[in-house]
Structures are given as structure tokens and as C-alpha cells.
């Protein structure tokens, strides 16, 4: 009789909806999650009976007792496996680390899979066994991918297969290779599971399993998530906190180049990039991003009158541990229309608001009634609060068609009272500006203990406290023509206070 009851309650409870983009458990459905607001995402999903126990009430069994250690000890540090691959290497923290998980993350077509066959190639070819698993294309075509890479003599163990049971079957031995690639986890099937391939609990239970074997056997396992429009990898969060590491591997559709980012690593540092260049035979390493980013600029010693009429601003940033240099571009339009468009490529909008806002109210010079296009050239995306001072060199020198004068570099961090703030690896970055011809940099005061200002050889630097004076140097020069009035200026509303 009673354990009748249990059995009801246990059966009633086990119809459960789970969000597929947040990861949200509701016992009923609904059109919209609740906890995440996506529409249309709730799925039934099944759950195995598991009727959680108190550990009181479990008949008196006792756990083991755990041995307790010091902090410290021998640990030798993590052995690294170096794919060859140096950008790769890098993002990993120096090297894969045995029996870690890697979820590599991107959009459908950006090149997810072309890396991680490069990745087995090559590290097949360094001695070590690696296996590629692709449960989404036929093997012909993992074949014709591998002969255009030019890798199809290096031994790399290839399977088409998506039962995690058979994966796993034919991998926990002996025999067990270093490497293994899962492409995609979305397509990894758990049989014990009774809903579809690519659900939440599916995308989990295969990717637990996975993570066991490569924690049993000491593979480095790779696994592949495709990312949803939201920009989340599907099957989300749930995989993010499970696995080691977490690299998201994004780019334009419209440019060659592809950045490979690092945001959650157990065994080394986040916000690394590595860069790379989608050629006709794959995946190519671009050790030096600053000239490439740089590329099609304006050379330092070129004339800077060519045409240009400002809205340009090199920004040099840090990513990771490494200083990249790249361009802002601004373009400030009058509107046609009632709300002025805002249009940003590679930057924060919200950002951009904030520092036209503060143009507005410290500096007197109202953008606001204009369109305005912000792009980072090169397809790169920008995150760090530095490059505030090169947008608004940018952007004023759009809105005053003043050219930022070609051979400098700008950063710092503008607050929300105008006042320009320092911001770290100032040396870094300096010293990268130097090694790529430029002259001058237009920087944040330093905090006076350090004042090792204009130590890069032949670098000036200028000291820039408050945004005023960015816009002052961006100002057109008193003497201007006045000749000729130009028909668009006319309806910009540009007011410099000296
Ligand atoms: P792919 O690795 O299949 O993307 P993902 O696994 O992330 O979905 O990359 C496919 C794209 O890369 C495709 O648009 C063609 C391009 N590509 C090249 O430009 N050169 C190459 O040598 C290869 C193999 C792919
Ligand atoms: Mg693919």
C-alpha cells in the first residue's frame, strides 16, 4: 500500500520541461521559459526514476572517510601535450593537459571543424595517437576535408559515429589514444536517455560520459558545441561549468580572419586569443596580428593627407597577454531620420553611448542628433574599457574632420566625469606601437610612482587627462579656409568649447 504511493508520487513527478537554452527544469509547459524568457524552448524531457534519499535515512550505511592533505605537496605541474599548432597551444594555456575536457564553441561554418582535424593531424604527426570522431558528416567528406588540408598521410584514427556507448566501448582501453575529437557533441546519442539527440540532458549525460572516460584513460577530449543564435553553446551552460576548458572560436563571415578565444581555462589563462586565417587549405597561424589588423592602413610614413578626412584612430589593446593594434573607424553622418541610427561592429553599444554622452555633457560637443557608424576593422571584437579614449578620438575626429595624426596610437579609459583613466600593460602596449613604426601615443597621466614616460625609443608620448583635451587636439586649426562653406557641414551640429 504504501509503497503504492510512492510509486505514484515518483511517477507523477518525472514529467519535467527543460529550456533548451537556459537550462530551466518546469514541471509544465510553457510557451515562454520563465527563467530565461526564450520562446518557444521547453522540451519534455524524461527523466530516469531516481528518487532522491536522505543519507540519514538510507539504512545506516556510512560513508567512507575522506583523507584530508595539505595545500601543499608534490604535484608535478600539469604535463602538456603541444598540438604543434602554437596559437592553439597558447589559448590551451601552453599545451593540452591529459584527462581534460575541451568544449570549442562557434557558429555553424566558422571552422570548427577544420582546426580540431588540423589539431589531430598535426599532433598525430608529433608521435601521439589521436582519434576524430564526427558524428555530422560521412567519412568521405572528413576524407576530402583532410586531402584539401593536406594532412590525409598523418595517422589519425577516423570514425563516423554518434552512440556515445560505442564511442566509448572502442576507446576505454588500453589502447586508449591521447587526443580524441567529439564533433559534434549535439549529435552524441546516450541510449539510456529516452529524449532526442542535441536536448539538454542528452548534450549533458553524452558529455559526462565523455568527460569520465577522458578523466579514466588521461585523453585530452575535444568537444565541439555549435553555438545558437543567441550566442550561447546549445545544450548551454550546463557544458560551460562542466568541462576544463572553454574556447569560443568566432569571426566575420566577410573576412579571412578567425579568432580563437579563450574564456574559461582550469590550466592557464583566459581572454588569450590566438589568430588565425581561413586560406584554401585551412586554418593558417597568424603570429603577428597588429600588422595584420593594420594591413591595409595608411603606411606610418605615408602622407596623411591622401584623401583622408579623419574618423580613424589605431587603438593599441591587449589581448590576452599579448598587445594587438588595430583601427577604429567612426563615421558620424547627419540623420535623415527622427532617431538617429547607431550603427557598432566589434565594440560595445552601450559603451559607445556612455562615451558620447560624456562628449555631450563635459566637452560640449553633441554628437547626439547624428548617425553613427562604429567599426572595428579587421573583424576583430574588442572588449577591454582601454580602447574608450580611441573610440572618442575616432568618433570626434569623424564629427570635425581632423585626421588622429597617422603615426599614433591611442588608449585609456574615459569616466563618467570625463576624466581620462590609466589602464595596465601601458608598457606592452607601448612597446608594440614602437615595434610597428609609430610615433606617438596619446595615453592616460600615469600615476606619478611610475614615471618611466617616453623610455620607448622613438616614441612620444602625451599625456591626455581629461577627454576636453583629446577634443581640443582633434579641433580643426582657427585659421580654417573660408572659402567654399561645404554643403553638409552646414546641417552638422558640431560645437567645440575651446
Ligand atoms: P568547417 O570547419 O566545416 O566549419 P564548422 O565545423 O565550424 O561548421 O568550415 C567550413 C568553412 O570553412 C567553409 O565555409 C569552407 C571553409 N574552408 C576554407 O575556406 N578552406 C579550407 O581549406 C576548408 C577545409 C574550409
Ligand atoms: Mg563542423
Redesign the pocket.
Known amino acids: 500500500m504504501g509503497n503504492l504511493w510512492v510509486d505514484l508520487a515518483m511517477a507523477k513527478s518525472q514529467a519535467r520541461f527543460a529550456c533548451q537554452q537556459c537550462g530551466a527544469v518546469a514541471p509544465k509547459w510553457a510557451g515562454r521559459c520563465e527563467a530565461c524568457g526564450a520562446w518557444n524552448s521547453m522540451v519534455e524531457e524524461v527523466q530516469r526514476a531516481a528518487p532522491p534519499k536522505s543519507l540519514g535515512t538510507s539504512g545506516g550505511k556510512r560513508g567512507d572517510r575522506l583523507g584530508f592533505v595539505a595545500l601543499r605537496g608534490e604535484t608535478a605541474g600539469p604535463p602538456r601535450r603541444l598540438t604543434g599548432i602554437a596559437e592553439l597551444d597558447r589559448v590551451c594555456g601552453g599545451g593540452l593537459v591529459p584527462g581534460s575536457t575541451i568544449l570549442v564553441g562557434?557558429?555553424?561554418?566558422?571552422?570548427?571543424?577544420?582546426?580540431l582535424l588540423q589539431a589531430a593531424a598535426s599532433l598525430a604527426a608529433l608521435g601521439a595517437a589521436s582519434a576524430y570522431i564526427t558524428g555530422e558528416e560521412a567519412i568521405d567528406q572528413v576524407r576530402l576535408?583532410a586531402e584539401?588540408?593536406g594532412v590525409a598521410d598523418a595517422p589519425v584514427r577516423l570514425a563516423a559515429a554518434s552512440s556515445v556507448r560505442d564511442i566509448i566501448n572502442s576507446l576505454d582501453d588500453g589502447n586508449a589514444p591521447d587526443l580524441v575529437v567529439i564533433?559534434s557533441i549535439q549529435t552524441m546519442y546516450l541510449d539510456t536517455l529516452d529524449s532526442a539527440p542535441g536536448t539538454v540532458s542528452q548534450v549533458r549525460g553524452a558529455a559526462q560520459e565523455l568527460i569520465a572516460l577522458a578523466k579514466r584513460r588521461g585523453i585530452v577530449a575535444v568537444l565541439?558545441g555549435h553555438v545558437t543564435k543567441e550566442g550561447l553553446i546549445a545544450g548551454p551552460r550546463v557544458l560551460e561549468h562542466m568541462v576544463d576548458t572553454v574556447l569560443y572560436?568566432e569571426g566575420e563571415r566577410g573576412h579571412q580572419f578567425r579568432i580563437l578565444r579563450a574564456v574559461k581555462n582550469r590550466f592557464g589563462a583566459t581572454d588569450e586569443i590566438g589568430v588565425f586565417e581561413?586560406?584554401?587549405?585551412?586554418l593558417v597561424e597568424v603570429p603577428n596580428p597588429s600588422a595584420l589588423f593594420l594591413a591595409d592602413r595608411a603606411s606610418p610614413d605615408g602622407d596623411a593627407g591622401d584623401g583622408r578626412t579623419g574618423g580613424a584612430a589605431v587603438f593599441a589593446g591587449i589581448e590576452g597577454t599579448r598587445p594587438v593594434l588595430v583601427e577604429v573607424q567612426a563615421l558620424v553622418a547627419p540623420s535623415l531620420l527622427g532617431t538617429p541610427r547607431r550603427a557598432v561592429v566589434g565594440w560595445d553599444a552601450t559603451r559607445l553611448a556612455m562615451i558620447m554622452a560624456v562628449l555631450d555633457a563635459r566637452c560640449g560637443l553633441s554628437v547626439g542628433a547624428n548617425d553613427i557608424y562604429l567599426n572595428i576593422a579587421g573583424g576583430l571584437r574588442i572588449v577591454e574599457p582601454a580602447a574608450d579614449l580611441a573610440v572618442a578620438a575616432a568618433l570626434v575626429s569623424a564629427l570635425t574632420e581632423t585626421p588622429v595624426p597617422v603615426e599614433t596610437v591611442v588608449f585609456g579609459e574615459i569616466g563618467l566625469s570625463g576624466r581620462v583613466r590609466p589602464v595596465a600593460h601601458a608598457d606592452a602596449r607601448l612597446k608594440e606601437a614602437a615595434k610597428l613604426g609609430f610615433a606617438e601615443a596619446w595615453v592616460p597621466v600615469r600615476p606619478s610612482r611610475s614615471t618611466k614616460a617616453g623610455t620607448n625609443e622613438g616614441l612620444a608620448t602625451v599625456a591626455i587627462g581629461h577627454l576636453s583635451e583629446l577634443v581640443a587636439r582633434l579641433s580643426p586649426a582657427p585659421r580654417r579656409p573660408v572659402e567654399a562653406p561645404r554643403v553638409a557641414a552646414g546641417s552638422r551640429r558640431v560645437m567645440v568649447s575651446p
Do not use: A, C
Open positions: 562557434g557558429d555553424p561554418g566558422i571552422g570548427k571543424s577544420t582546426l576535408r584539401r588540408l564533433d565541439v572560436f581561413m586560406s584554401d587549405r585551412g
